[in-house]
Each structure stands twice: as structure tokens, then as C-alpha cells.
């Protein structure tokens, strides 16, 4: 099974968004976090910032939104061209209906998980979504360290995934690195966000690292 390795724009020089866009041009999606300072403690882009990626990019754009009210504000990114766009079950009013909204606008709509947030009461809206998001930190920084305890939400969506056929990728956030991403792949985990992994040295030779590290236990 292929892996689709996301870099998140996050560990980029944001002083040079094209050339910096240019050097992760062999990866699969541009991962875009927008922080509200609310939801999580951090303050990052928003709708302005994302519009102007979304003209530079020759890759599609993934984002993801760890703000609150997404039910408002999620739309408008979807709007704005974004293939991919995720909001947190934990902020959302009305996830279903706010991801049918994002698939009748024409983004594949996903969900994302805190650490703490079981995936049990989403086994079964499964086919309301085109991607999970496990994450594997705490939402808010990068840097952070690999959470492993999150691992078995993975094997849950990955038996789930398997028994409905659906295509839900599962998706993977916060201390990527070749060791993690393996730990990842073998839990059930197909997309995988890296920051400074990807950033630190040169960008097309660790994302064909990462890569090749994750197919290797794809399954």
C-alpha cells in the first residue's frame, strides 16, 4: 500500500514560502496548521495566509484545523481550494453534518483526535469521512515528542477501514521520524504529517526516506 507523506508547513522557512514549497515538491500533500490561539496555545495562519499557499503550491493542500467553532470557519477553506480539510471532534458542534458540507463543497472532509479522545464513537461515522487523524502529540507545536499510547486507536480504524472497504486514510500528526513513522505504518496508519524531519537537510531525500520507510510496513 502506498504512503502519502505530508510535510507540515509549520517547520518551513516562513520567509520563504516558494522556494520552501519548491523543495517538498515530491511529496504527497502540503500539511497547513492553522492555530486560533483558543483551541490550542498557539497562534499560526489563517484564511489570507492559506489562499496564498494555495496559489504557490504545486501540491495539493492539506489542512488542518485546530480552532475553534470549525463549523463556521471550516467551510471557507474548503472554498478557498484546499483538497484535504480536517477539524477537531472536540471542537466541532456537528461533525457530520459540517463534513458533508465540506465534501458538498468539494474537499475531502476529515476528523481529528486529541491524544486523550477515544475513537470508538467514530468507528461507526466512518463513512462520513475521508480521513482520521490520530494525533500522535499534544495539538499546538511542533517538536513535540511521538506519543506511542495513541497506536491502538490506530489498529481500531484500521479494522474498521478493512471491514467496510472503505477509502478513509488514516492519518498521523506530531513526531514523525523514520523510527516513529515505522511504529505508525505497523499500527494501521497510510498518511504521515513531518516537520523538522522533513525540513531539517534536504527535503526530497527524507521524504523518499520516510517514505520508503513507511511502505515497508504499509499494510
Known sequence: ?????????????????????????????????????????????????????????????????????????????AELGAYSVTFHAEAAKDAVSLARRLRDIGARAGIALKPGTPVEPFLELLPEFDQVLVMTVEPGFGGQSFMAETMPKLGLLREAVKRTGLDVWLQVDGGITADTIVIAAEAGADTFVAGSSVFRGEPADNIAALRAAAEAHVH
Open 1 to 77: 500500500m502506498p504512503a502519502r507523506i505530508n510535510p507540515s508547513i509549520l517547520a518551513a522557512d516562513f520567509a520563504n514560502f516558494e522556494r520552501e514549497l519548491g523543495r517538498i515538491a515530491t511529496a504527497d500533500l502540503v500539511h497547513v496548521d492553522i492555530m486560533d490561539n483558543h483551541f490550542v496555545p498557539n497562534l499560526t495562519f489563517g484564511p489570507t495566509m492559506t489562499e496564498r499557499l494555495q496559489e504557490l503550491s504545486t501540491i495539493p493542500l492539506d489542512v488542518h484545523l485546530m480552532i475553534d467553532d470549525p463549523d463556521r470557519w471550516a467551510p471557507g477553506y
